[in-house]
């Protein structure tokens, strides 16, 4: 009997160690939400001008979590939710583009590269930005998930 309930005490016990590991990842990256992007830009338009030259990049408010970046690469275009997804969302967690890079406005430093997604320079943030795919057809580009 002292055998099954030592049996029973470690199996418990592994099955929770697992568990809680398992999350960890998830729980650090789990401040974008899950929102439906359709969105449609005329690039022959002013105001999106700037994408016609390669590494370039735009900030659109109002779709995505805190807008989003398109960036102009090589000749195609890469979209991406503007929140900060290394922390929760704020007023100021809006990550602003520069060029091919963009910073959180928050001060803490949070950089990213907008070819890759992936933070940049700074190996303690887990999340990477969150991609939207970016079609061109013509002089329209459609960004939908």
Not at 91 to 99: K, R
Not at 107 to 134: H, M, Q, S, V, W
Request: charged share 15%; with cysteine.
């Amino acid at each position: 009997m002292k055998l099954l309930h030592t049996i029973f005490f470690l199996s418990c016990l592994v099955l929770l160690t697992n568990c809680s590991g398992s999350n960890e990842n998830d729980e650090n990256c789990n401040f974008l939400l899950d929102v439906t992007v359709n969105y449609q830009i005329d690039l022959s338009l002013p105001q999106y001008s700037q994408l016609n030259f390669d590494g370039n990049s735009i900030y659109i408010s109002g779709i995505g979590n805190n807008g989003v970046i398109v960036a102009s690469i090589g000749g195609s275009y890469m979209a991406w939710d503007a929140s900060d997804p290394n922390h929760a969302r704020s007023a100021c967690s809006a990550i602003i583009p520069d060029g091919l890079f963009g910073e959180c406005g928050c001060g803490d430093g949070n950089r990213y590269n907008f070819i890759t997604g992936e933070p940049e320079n700074n190996d303690g943030l887990r999340c990477a930005l969150k991609f939207y795919p970016a079609n061109l057809s013509g002089n329209m580009l459609y960004i939908s998930n």
